[in-house]
């Protein structure tokens, strides 16, 4: 069974500019998480969605920040308008009822 | 506040020696805990699971020990073998939500 997908795989661009971030969770799953790592902060939760409503968007940063779910197999993570400091791995993960979390390969995203 | 810390950035041990990798928390609201592997640019793999009303899960090589009372718990590899090679995380639940540890990279030499 295929995991969870991301992509792209790798962004770079230009400060301000808007960056979409996609996601195909496990099929079957009914939890979605989206997190961010970085050197400084570690792996940190952003937000998250039980069949496809947001739980819980605590942990995102600021209002540049949007996550949708609009159907079981997809998820995007927005930044509008990027910074440098967005720079870092995104990752997305699965699970079906607090089972453990499936994480994709993630997206590394540079911001000039 | 860091409720789950990894104190040690990094460990290094022989090829069939033991390898433990400590972790410590602060919510007691956690009832689970997890170790997730990690190579480099890939995500995260699960790797064994502990609920808090054990002290011991045990998965082939691989063994998770919980002291509640030290907040405290760790993950033994033994024997060790080259392919254990990773970053380790260690993660706390109390819900759907996991928070984890900033991680300790491993490298077991040959």
């Known amino acids: 069974d295929a995991g969870v997908i991301q992509s792209p795989r790798h962004e770079v661009t230009e400060m301000g500019q808007e960056v979409t971030l996609r996601c195909k969770p496990i099929s079957g799953h009914d939890y979605l998480f989206w997190y961010r790592q970085t050197m400084m902060r570690g792996l940190e939760l952003l937000i998250y969605?039980?069949?496809?409503?947001?739980?819980?968007d605590s942990g995102m940063p600021e209002d540049r920040f949007s996550a949708k779910m609009p159907n079981a197999s997809f998820s995007t993570l927005k930044i509008q308008p990027s910074e440098p400091r967005d720079s870092a791995v995104y990752f997305c993960a699965s699970t079906w009822d607090r089972g453990p979390q499936h994480f994709g390969d993630g997206t590394r995203l540079s911001i000039l | 506040d860091q409720q789950v810390k990894q104190n040690s950035p990094s460990l290094s041990v022989q090829e069939g020696r033991i390898s433990i990798l400590n972790c410590d928390y602060t919510n007691s609201m956690f009832d689970y805990f997890l170790w997730y592997k990690k190579y480099p640019a890939e995500g995260p793999t699960f790797l064994i699971s502990?609920?808090?009303?054990?002290d011991k899960n045990e998965d082939g090589r691989f063994t998770v020990f919980l002291n509640k009372s030290a907040k405290h718990l760790s993950l033994h590899i033994v024997p060790s073998q080259p392919g254990d090679s990773a970053v380790y995380f260690c993660?706390?639940?109390?819900?759907?939500?996991?928070?984890f540890g900033k991680g300790t990279k491993l490298t077991v030499n040959p």
């Open positions: 993660a706390g639940g109390g819900s759907e939500k996991l928070v």
């Open positions: 969605f039980n069949n496809n409503v947001p739980i819980d």
């Open positions: 502990i609920s808090s009303i054990k």
